[in-house]
């Protein structure tokens, strides 16, 4: 098909176009859509739409913080009926999330009933709750009657909605918000409304203020679930400047003293957005994993303040060193990203800077200000023109009865009549908002139904004087704002005065202004070693063939008998301490860390060690050892390659181990054995001996190693090293240790195919 239209746009017509370009079209429609109409944020006000449409919604049903509350679910139908036609579902969850004070920093919707909960439980059914607008929210919509913002019509033309609120506060950065549209995404962190105040005070002070010197007064986030903000103040500067960064928080917490040397850790603020019930099954999971030996258990004891206690095994436990594995190991430390994506002006999509943001409401701030300013000149014009002419009307107040009295048409008389000039003009025609071109001393249309719609207890001497008086405080007040207008300082300055306004009752001072979340710096506790946090006790490792593992405390005598599950026995044994860390080693030439004190205990038969580790049912063990920094080990496969590896890059992180030796099909991780000597002795299934310096032996962290002996067939049974002038041993089959000093037959270069073992050698082609 062409790139063109097969045929034209006409009415009735069908139109064939490119695939590609019909979905593109159509996916670009759709992704602005999603881009500017529900995933991310006005700069100006800080809301969606329909955030905004459920604020709006209420003010359309007069449920002010003062007033009644009402169903959410009338709430909800009015906004997806009027404005927002999704689902009530959603709607809902948004309306509610608004009402949660552990999700908002300053909630816009006070909510009566069950609106949900920090343990993560979803809020009640629309039909149960109520709701209505809190004060602040209340500010967010002050002048949508004076013309503050433009309107427009709502999804079906019925109705007008506000494009965007006149927002009295920096409700963007005050809330935050959060939201992923096509191809970008938004998550913007709450901040105190105090310090965001004064942070566009310093702004108006200077325009060209720098980010570190508005950090003075905006330091970082404010979370509504407070919490320790432990981010570098450069890191902190870097996001704000950039609008992309992240903050680590912590969770607050103390030391409770139980008395007699007995303590436990209460952890009373945790990080944002997460879920309470969630992080006690995380920190019950660490306690049963054992990833953190010395916590003994974890309460929930929260009741309206959050109350988490955590009791730790033995009271010689360094608080800070536990609370340093946890943040290590569980939510209590969480990593919030920051991406101030927003719209600016509504239409354009931007990564903003924490400056960037605040010109951007500072500059809706000037707009409002001059469109009410505007509005109200344009009332008072209207005002002043009829008093003007009840003015008229008292000083010719016989003529204006008779005219109303016996005229047929009083109206067209009041303004056909030449009042003679009796009444100096409050304002010149081309003072007026909307100058009314008339011969001095007529009455206007609007004069003339004004004075018929006069009451006649209005007709006294005091109401006069009133009107007089009126019409100079609204002359004075006229003069204001015209100058209002005409000064960019008077504008500033008076944006400054509504926001020093909105300090004064919902800054600091206010019961919720105050700052949740506090700094601190995260010091050394992250590289606290594992080993800190368990007490050092001497235990017996023993794992059988099929793989069950145990550890009995203290060191027993190896050549015990231990029981085994039928069809079961020993195969390897050996003494440790709880504070080790065990390597295994598996065919397939992986290798896993176990933790002597995450071992379970001696007195059934223990555990699968494929529980702890995820080692493959059809993958055996070829080794259990210490892991001792500083060593090195000889690794080689049944294939006869290997290479010395140092022991640190054995060490596996996770529960999938490390890939150190690598094996094709068929072949085999044979040996792992500790180097001691200078030299290193080989026997292949064909007892073949063969020793060379351990020299020629290439030290690597991983792979597939060089060729150790050459084998025509068969493979590589044992591997030894070993210092070449205190000879070699072995137990031949008698159980005698014999000693062979004289090795100059055995030695050779590397690779080579070797000479036949000497007599006496083990049948199982084994050192050892």
């Not at 739409?49 to 709430?75: D, N, W």
């Not at 009926?81 to 608004?98: F, K, Q, S, T, V």
């Not at 040397?261 to 990080?271: D, K, L, R």
Request: proline share 5%.
């Amino acid at each position: 098909m062409s790139d063109e239209d097969d045929d034209h746009n006409s009415q009735g017509q069908t139109i064939a176009e490119p695939l590609s370009r019909a979905i593109g079209d159509r996916y670009l429609t759709y992704a602005l859509s999603t881009i500017m109409h529900r995933a991310l944020p006005d700069a100006r006000d800080g809301l969606k739409p329909v955030h905004r449409r459920i604020l709006y919604a209420m003010r359309e049903l007069r449920l002010s913080a003062t007033g009644g509350f009402r169903k959410s679910a009338k709430i909800v139908g009015d906004v997806m009926g009027n404005y927002h036609p999704h689902g009530d579902g959603a709607i809902y969850d948004a309306m509610a999330r608004l009402a949660q004070d552990f999700n908002v920093r300053y909630p816009l919707v006070d909510g009566q009933g069950n609106f949900g909960n920090i343990d993560g439980d979803s809020p009640a059914a629309s039909r149960y709750t109520e709701a209505r607008l809190t004060a602040l929210s209340e500010t967010l919509m002050e002048g949508l009657a004076e013309n503050a913002v433009d309107f427009r019509p709502n999804y079906d033309g019925t109705l007008e909605e506000p494009a965007v609120m006149p927002a009295a506060f920096p409700a963007l950065l005050a809330n935050g918000s959060s939201g992923i549209a096509v191809g970008m995404a938004t998550n913007i962190a709450p901040h105190n409304l105090d310090e965001l105040i004064l942070g566009c005070h310093a702004m108006l002070k200077d325009r060209d203020i720098s980010t570190e010197a508005l950090m003075e007064h905006i330091p970082g986030p404010d979370f509504p679930t407070g919490g320790v903000i432990v981010e570098p103040r450069e890191s902190i500067r870097d996001a704000y400047e950039t609008g992309r960064g992240a903050f680590r928080i912590r969770a607050k917490w103390e030391i409770e003293d139980l008395g007699r040397g007995g303590w436990q850790i209460i952890v009373t603020e945790i990080p944002y957005m997460v879920q309470k019930s969630k992080l006690i099954e995380k920190l019950a999971e660490v306690i049963h994993l054992k990833k953190v030996p010395l916590l003994a258990d974890v309460r929930d004891e929260s009741a309206e303040d959050i109350r988490i206690v955590l009791e730790p095994r033995a009271r010689n436990v360094d608080p800070e060193m536990l609370m340093g594995m946890l943040f290590r190991n569980s939510d209590l430390e969480t990593r919030f990203s920051l991406n101030m994506n927003v719209l600016i002006d509504g239409r354009i999509p931007e990564v903003c800077s924490l400056k960037r943001v605040l010109q951007a409401f500072l500059d809706h701030r000037r707009e409002v200000l001059r469109r009410r300013s505007t509005h109200r000149i344009e009332k008072i014009d209207h005002r002043l023109e009829v008093l003007e002419g009840f003015i008229i009307a008292y000083l010719n107040l016989d003529r204006v009865i008779d005219i109303i009295r016996y005229d047929n048409d009083p109206k067209a008389a009041l303004m056909a009549e030449v009042w003679g000039g009796t009444f100096p003009r409050a304002l010149s025609e081309k003072d007026y908002a909307a100058p009314k071109p008339r011969s001095p001393g007529d009455l206007t249309e609007v004069q003339a139904e004004a004075i018929l719609n006069m009451r006649l207890r209005s007709l006294r001497r005091l109401e006069e004087i009133e009107l007089r008086q009126e019409r100079d405080a609204l002359l004075k007040e006229r003069e204001g704002l015209a100058g209002l207008l005409a000064s960019d300082a008077k504008q500033w300055k008076k944006i400054g005065e509504e926001l020093e306004e909105i300090r004064a009752k919902f800054g600091k001072t206010w019961v919720h202004g105050k700052r949740r979340s506090v700094f601190a710096d995260a010091g050394t506790i992250e590289d606290v070693p594992f080993e800190a946090m368990i007490e050092r006790e001497p235990i017996t490792v023993i794992c059988s063939k099929m793989g069950w593992i145990r550890a009995m405390k203290g060191h027993v005598d190896l050549s015990t008998e231990q029981k085994f599950k039928d069809g079961d026995g020993p195969r390897f044994a050996f003494h440790a301490e709880t504070t080790d860390k065990i390597l295994l080693v598996a065919e397939n030439g992986r290798f896993f860390t176990l933790i002597g004190a995450n071992l379970p205990g001696g007195r059934g038969m223990g555990e699968p060690v494929r529980l702890m580790v995820d080692l493959a049912n059809d993958t055996d063990i070829t080794d259990l050892i210490l892991f001792r920094p500083g060593e090195k080990y000889m690794l080689a496969s049944t294939a006869g390659d290997g290479f010395v590896v140092p022991a640190e890059e054995l060490l596996a992180q996770t529960k999938t181990g490390k890939q150190v030796l690598t094996v094709k099909d068929g072949v085999k991780s044979a040996i792992c054995r500790k180097i001691s000597g200078d030299h290193v002795a080989v026997v292949g299934e064909n007892r073949k001996l063969l020793i060379f310096p351990l020299t020629q032996l290439p030290e690597m962290s991983k792979g597939k190693g060089v060729r150790l002996q050459k084998y025509k067939d068969g493979g590589l049974s044992d591997a030894i090293s070993f210092t070449l002038s205190e000879g070699l041993s072995w137990k031949d089959p008698a159980g005698r240790t014999r000693l062979e000093t004289d090795l100059t037959e055995w030695l050779g270069a590397r690779a080579g195919t070797g000479k036949m073992a000497p007599r006496g050698f083990p049948r199982d082609n084994r050192f050892t």
